[in-house]
């Protein structure tokens, strides 16, 4: 349908440069919420967010969400057969946020919080990149997909 084709005709640059745009999307993420640098075991090696964006061991795990949502997005039209891959890579997750919170309590707080600045680091990435191409319909088919990544990967952290 219509909301597809928008998701697929931004993604087709954006996707070319993923590791630029993913240092767009942690640099706001870390700006929204510098706590969350603290949940990388390698964040000891680096000081501040911009210095550790540029590190080896973040950029592969920038280049790893990016290649996240790039199957998102080849696979709008059956998101449910990476149903699996997302539940287990939600409980992972699960892993790195109760290591470091010692609570579960604290840890899925954190997991939520992380999910909406989530979406509001992957919206300024999308629109910074974007400009006058980043419509309201474009915002919400973004947005409609992200939650279902989100939900598939918080229905893996919850089991
Ligand atoms: C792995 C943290 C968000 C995808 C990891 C690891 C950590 C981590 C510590 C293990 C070490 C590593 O591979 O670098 C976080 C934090 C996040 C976050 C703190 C939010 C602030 C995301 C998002 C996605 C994602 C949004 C994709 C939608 C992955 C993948 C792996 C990974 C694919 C590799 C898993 C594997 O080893 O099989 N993450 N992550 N991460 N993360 Fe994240």
Not at 48 to 68: N, Q
Not at 85 to 108: D, E, I, P
Not at 133 to 141: G, I, K, M
Request: charged share 20%.
């Amino acid at each position: 349908e219509k909301e597809k084709g928008l998701i697929r005709d931004s993604w087709e640059s954006l996707g070319k440069n993923k590791v630029p745009h993913g240092i767009v999307l942690f640099t706001r993420l870390f700006e929204l919420d510098p706590a969350l640098l603290t949940l990388f075991s390698y964040s000891t090696n680096c000081g501040v967010a911009p210095e550790c964006l540029s590190s080896p061991e973040f950029l592969e795990h920038v280049t790893k969400v990016m290649l996240v949502i790039d199957a998102a997005v080849s696979h709008l039209d059956d998101l449910h057969t990476l149903e699996d891959f997302l539940l287990n890579l939600g409980r992972k997750h699960q892993a790195v946020g109760v290591k470091t919170h010692h609570n579960t309590q604290t840890s899925k707080m954190t997991m939520r919080l992380t999910m909406i600045f989530g979406e509001k680091s992957l919206l300024y990435m999308l629109q910074s990149s974007l400009g006058p191409a980043y419509t309201t319909p474009l915002r919400q088919a973004w947005l409609n997909m992200y939650s279902i990544v989100v939900s598939a990967m918080t229905r893996g952290w919850a089991k």
